[in-house]
Every structure is written in C-alpha cells, then in structure tokens.
C-alpha cells in the first residue's frame, strides 16, 4: 500500500540515486593518451612535454587519467597512437615526427582530440589541432645571443632531421648571429637523426676544430653528443626548450620553446571543454611561457637587446621563416 510518506521517500531516493549518478558522471576523468617519441629525459624537445604533462597533472589531479607512451621508433608510430586512440578521449603528439601518423590515424576515431605538439598549418582535420612552436623565431634571438657570448666569433648549430622546421630554425639562428656580427662565423650541421650521440658529436667537434665556441642545437638523446665535445674542448652550449640555468656550467644560455605549455593547453582546453580543432600559432606572440630566451649571466645590457629584438620580431620589423 502506498502512502504519501512513501511516495515522498519513494522520490527522495530517486533523486539521491540521479544525483549519485550525475556526480559519478561528473567525475569521470578526461583519459589522457601521450606519445613521447623519444626519451622523457633527453634535456631536450621530449623532457620539456614531459614536464608539461607532470605539470598538467599536478594542476587537475584526479580531472584527467594519463597513459604514456615513450620511446619508439618511427616504425612503430601509427601503431602506437592507435592504441592510445583506443582508449583515450585526448591524443597528445608530442612532436612534428608523430603528424602524418596521427593525421592518418584520426578520421577513424571521429570522437576523439588529437593534438600535435609542433605541428604545422595545413593539416585540416576536423579532430586534429597542431601547435605550432614557430622555433625559427627563438632560434634567431638564441643566434644572437650566442654571438655576444662567442670568444672566437664562431658560432654552431647541430639539428636533427633535415625537415623544414629544423633547417628554417638553423638558418634563423645564422640570421640571428649575424644581426648581432655581420662578421662571425656559422657552421651548421644536421645528423638525420634527433638521437644519434655520435653524429652530433662529430659535427660539434668539426665546428669547435673551425673556431665555434657556442654550441645551438635541435636534438633529442643527441644531445649527448655535443655535450661531450663542447666539454671536451671547453666550448659552450645554448640549450634548447627549458630554463636550466645554475645546474650545468656547460650551459651559458637557454632558449624556452613552449613544449610543455603547449602539452599543458592541450590537456587544459580539453578538462575545460574549450579544446578545438585547427592551426594554433604559438611563439613570441603566447609569452614566455611558450616562447623567450634566459641567459645565466647575461652582460650588461644584453637583455635589453635581446627583448628588443623579440619585440621587433613580434611587430613585424625583424621577418623569420616558418617553423
């Protein structure tokens, strides 16, 4: 027999097991997949995502649940984002090296974001967002500030594979050193592979043997290599990616490229569920964070110059290639 103190319970619970049910659905976390093509500790392109998606978590907790994915070979690639598009409402590449696997995997997983972490304009799928870094425009500053730290009048640049992102950011750190010396030296250089610890070496050693006394590069693990030849022959590196200043004295100077910030707005706009598809330019343009440049013991007076000459890069008066 149903009574009005019944029906009222009867409704009270009701509504206490929909409430349940909306903040379980509430809370079911964004599942995050993130490839890392390389090494997450390569003081490079691949630590810096790293250290963005440890931020990420650190800033929302139990919004998101991460499955990681590092260190595999291009072989390998299309692979891998297909079985972190199995299970993952977002897909981080972190990486130029993953767009053409991501963009042909994406059409068959329509409900999930794929970001590309370093991707270029152009890539028009309706679930695929790229982040452009637009490292040209910091390798040009980092260029000139290598050239007020050059002794010799000698600078270098080391880069991975030959793709247009890694010569444009080669040539602009050219650029960028003769902005500040029309006079210096250049010696650039790529290995065709971002990991190779003995082709970088050889290459930093074949510039440090022409007078080059700073050291740029656009490598992963092959990192390594210029290390042990600039510490070798007492030369300098300008690293890329992160600030590091204060841990190695190897380091004079560090370009911040926004990797990390750029994994950190992935995860963000998606938690937020402002996350969008299309070309995003990064650089300059986003702030420090994702783009500037720190010198550990900068002259004085050198600072000043080398805002100035990202002030003019971001207004149009200093023009960068693509990349």
Known sequence: MFTRRSIIASFAAAALTVASSAAAFAADPLKVGILIPGSKSDKGWMESGYNGLVAAQEENGDKIEVQMIENINYADMEQAITQLASGNDLVIGVGGQTQAALVKIAPRFPDVKFSIVGGNAGVEVPNVAGYDVKQAEIAFVAGAAAAMLSENGAVSYVGGMEIPSIVNAGKEFGNGARYINPDIKYFENYTGDFDD?????????????????????????????????????????????????????????????????????????????????????????????ASGIAVCEPAPGMMDKLNAIMEDIKSGKITVLEG
């Open 197 to 289: 610890v003995a082709k970088s070496k050889e290459a930093t050693l074949a510039a440090i043997a022409q007078g080059a006394d700073i050291h740029y590069h656009i490598l992963n693990l092959g990192l390594r290599g210029m290390e042990q030849a600039a510490t070798e022959k007492g030369t300098h590196i300008i690293g890329s990616y992160t600030d590091y200043c204060g841990t190695d004295p190897l380091y004079l100077a560090y370009s911040i490229t926004g990797v990390g910030f750029q994994v950190e707005y992935a995860i963000d706009e998606a938690v937020k569920g402002t996350w969008e598809a299309g070309y995003k330019p990064f650089g300059l343009a986003m702030g420090p964070e």
